[in-house]
């Protein structure tokens, strides 16, 4: 047998399996294992849960877990049972799945790779298309000039200051419904004289071209109004609080479901106390039994301390031993050690009783600020450990909205922005928080100026702001 693994199902996690001791499956983070010790990070996990180990050549799984128990191909087992390829072992709310003969390593990640960009390629082709239409009406272009060029030439100024007007054919009023006849002009240029540094005033290619200057003033061309720019995005909550388990105990009761809206010192679990009365009973006992202790081992401090004031006496007289009077001052010393210990175990057990009480007292888990609930991670008859999550309380104040913008865009946006928010036809008051500009698109996560009950997190929003100038 060699190369064993547990793949976790939801997480495609796998854990290698050592052969040559225990292995024990806990609950804890992943960045706390070490070999031999598999820890999920699942609440319902107990500390120590259960353990696999190799026997005659044959691999076993044995519970450890009283409480919320191990199971072998969907059956609870109580004793150890043998495993075998494929077989599927549920820890908590954890699927595992036995294999053998794997790659050898150690823990890896399943990674699966995103999808390429098809529209990518697509873009790219395009624009070549582009590329080659635009240097093909170039060509055509440069061709058509070279072809029909004026046969004369005209000086910079005279070209800007003429109008070249279409000939026009004269009209014959005494023959009607025949053709027209258009006069043509057969007057040939005259040929310019570079050389000279007159500009003539008027147009001799012909008759039909009348001069005309460009008196009136050109306007500037106008700037381009602003575009605003619209996205739509969800609600969040910046800063969630988190609802935690203080002790480990059974909820009995949960007061309130997602998306309610609490107040401050609400009650939002009711916890079962019966397992804490126990714990009580027990603590009581014990500190019954640490007090009879220590009133003993006073009485016999008390006749040692007695008896070696005699034996001291005789010993001074020559009448008692010098071996006997040290071996009862040992005895006292025992003694005093012994009941120290005693007084100690009994504030213990004080102090351990004391704690339970107190928690007896606060049998209900409140709410820490007013807000909505946004998860509600447990439910009714879950056996927790402290310190384990059970709500998320979202504030109205740490609401904030992202939403998704074009990358192009995104340097016309600026931090401290004003934004106009809609939310459920209601309008609202927004300023840029932070824009994170990727090379596709952007997320610019806005907060609210005047959020209320109304801001939901997960809740559609739409966001208008303008184009920096």
């Known amino acids: 047998m060699e190369n064993l693994f547990l793949l976790h199902k939801a997480s ?67 004793s150890p049972v043998p495993l075998t390829h494929g077989d599927k072992i549920t820890i908590g709310k954890s699927d595992l799945f036995f294999y053998e003969n794997f790659i050898a390593g150690e823990t890896q990640e399943l990674y699966i790779a995103p999808p390429q960009n098809k529209e990518k390629t697509f873009r790219l082709s395009g624009m070549y298309i582009h590329f080659a239409y635009a240097g093909i009406v170039l060509f055509m272009a440069v061709l058509w ?27 014959n009023p005494q023959a009607e419904g025949k053709e027209t006849v258009v006069q043509k002009n057969t007057q040939e240029p005259p040929v310019i004289n570079i050389s000279e540094n007159k500009v003539p005033m008027v147009n001799p290619v012909s008759p039909n071209i009348a001069e005309k200057k460009n008196d009136t003033p050109v306007s ?7 575009v605003p720019v619209q996205a739509e995005g969800y609600v969040y909550s910046s800063k969630p609080i988190p609802v935690l388990m203080p002790w480990e105990a059974k909820i009995e009761k949960i007061l309130v479901e997602k998306g309610t809206w609490v107040e401050e ?49 005789l010993y001074t007289k ?28 009994q504030k213990l057990s004080q102090a351990y009783l004391d704690k339970a009480q107190e928690k ?24 927790l450990q402290p310190n384990t999550l059970l709500f998320q309380i979202a504030q109205t104040q740490d609401m904030v909205a992202k939403v998704e913008i074009p990358s192009y865009q995104a340097s016309n946006l600026y931090n401290t922005q004003r934004v106009l928010l809609s939310l459920s036809d209601k309008k609202y008051k927004g300023l840029v928080q932070n824009i994170v500009d990727n090379k596709t698109s952007a997320l610019v996560e806005i907060s609210f ?16 702001f303008l184009l920096k100038k």
């Open 449 to 464: 100026l005047n959020a209320d009950t109304n801001v939901i997190p997960g809740n559609k929003v739409s966001a208008k």
């Open 318 to 345: 020559g009448l008692e031993s010098r071996q006997r009077y040290e071996k009862i001052q040992e005895d006292l010393a025992t003694m005093k050690n012994r009941l120290l210990s005693l007084e100690q175990k």
């Open 220 to 226: 500037a061309p106008k700037e381009a109004p602003n």
């Open 12 to 78: 495609g996690k796998m854990y290698p399996l050592s052969m040559d001791k225990e292995n024990i499956i806990e609950r804890g983070a992943g960045n706390l294992e070490k070999p031999g010790w598999i820890c999920l990070p699942d609440p319902t996990v107990s500390r120590l849960h259960a353990k696999i180990y190799i026997k005659e050549n044959q691999l076993f799984l044995e519970n450890l877990s009283t409480r919320n128990g191990t199971f072998w191909n969907d059956k609870k087992i109580d």
């Open 145 to 171: 000039t070279a072809l029909y060029r004026p046969a004369i030439s005209v000086t910079p100024l005279e070209k800007e200051n003429t109008v070249v007007t279409k000939e026009k054919p004269l009209p």
């Open 360 to 383: 007896l007292q606060q049998t209900k888990i409140k709410s820490p600020a007013r807000g909505i609930v946004l998860e509600k991670i447990c439910k009714e008859g879950d056996l």
């Open 265 to 313: 010192g609400q009650s939002l679990i009711s916890l079962d106390t019966q397992r804490l009365k126990e714990e009580i009973g027990l603590y009581r006992l014990e500190l019954e039994v640490n007090q009879k202790e220590c009133m003993i081992g006073k009485e016999q401090k008390e006749n040692a301390e007695k008896n070696l004031k005699e034996i001291h006496s």
